[in-house]
């Protein structure tokens, strides 16, 4: 069964506001194995010191610290989006795992910022790339405010910077609006979208896991050798960790290689 066409409708909302809320995109029974998941890492984690002290943990490319988690490589309802938005020849170069306990009372932090990292420093053209498309898939209800939410500011993954004080002070930018989403909701995001993390002052730990996809031609951040080595592992799941018969497969792919590739009776699988 190949990958389904997306509604014109959402991809003319991620392109025109940067960002399309997916309300369900995970079934409740893998939302609780991915609880369960994150629970044995998190515990590992605390106990190698990772986490830090206040309990929070952002673990980096962590899709091979449980096998669970290989079960956001390829969902059904957010992957022909990707696809949809960046075309057949895309792979997974990032993911990361944030863990974030209640917080005490703090003074407001500036934590708005674009994804990307030397992208957003060395190429020249604005306004910049999208080049990559991150999907937040949230495991803990962040269905209202105050929850530790992820806020963002709609359409603003047009332009390069975003207006802070010169006197350090910390606002609230114009627009910003909290992802208001429950456990299973998956928000697929333009890279450039400005956004932030809030202030979790609940009684809930906020828990989401991240998955970003870019062309198989710009490198990843994460490798998996030992996933790929499998004989399990699917052919699509095998394209989007970064499989390949050769480097060169990435910038002129074989069909062999890129098993998302449109074929005359739909998607190859």
């Known amino acids: 069964m190949g990958v389904p066409p997306v509604s014109p409708a959402l991809l003319d909302e991620l392109d ?8 369900g995109a995970l ?3 893998l ?30 490319e962590m899709l091979d610290a449980d096998p669970t988690f290989l079960e956001l490589l390829d969902p059904p309802a957010t992957l022909p989006l990707v696809v949809a938005a960046l075309g057949w020849n895309a792979h997974l170069y990032h993911s990361h795992l944030d863990v974030h306990p209640p ?14 990292g030397r992208q957003n420093l060395d190429i020249e053209t604005s306004p910049r790339p999208r080049l990559s498309v991150k999907i937040a898939y949230f495991l803990s209800d962040c269905s209202l405010p105050g929850r530790g939410n992820m806020v963002v500011i709609p359409g603003s ?9 010169q006197d350090g002070t910390v606002h609230t930018p114009p627009g910003a ?27 809930h730990t906020r828990v ?17 050798p030992l996933l790929l080595a499998d004989p399990r592992l699917s052919p699509i799941r095998r ?22 590739r449109p074929t005359a009776s739909g998607v190859s699988r």
């Not at 960790?241 to 050769?246: D, E, T």
């Open 16 to 23: 025109a506001r940067g960002r399309v809320l997916i309300p």
């Open 27 to 29: 079934p409740e029974r």
């Open 31 to 60: 939302v609780e194995s991915l609880l369960e998941a994150v629970a044995r890492v998190y515990d590992r984690s605390r106990t190698l010191g990772a986490a830090s002290e206040s309990g929070s943990l952002h673990l980096l």
């Open 103 to 116: 917080e005490p009372p703090a003074p407001p932090v500036w934590r708005w910022h674009q994804d990307g």
């Open 157 to 165: 993954h047009h332009q390069d910077t975003l207006r802070r004080p």
């Open 177 to 203: 609006e909290p992802v208001l989403a429950r456990p299973g909701d998956a928000l697929v995001f333009d890279r450039r979208l400005w956004h932030s993390r809030s202030h979790n002052g609940s009684s």
């Open 208 to 224: 989401a896991i991240f998955c970003a996809y870019t062309y198989r031609w710009i490198r990843p951040r994460g490798e998996y």
């Open 239 to 260: 394209q989007l960790l970064g499989g390949a018969a050769s480097p060169l497969g990435h910038w002129q792919p074989q069909a062999s290689d890129v098993p998302l």
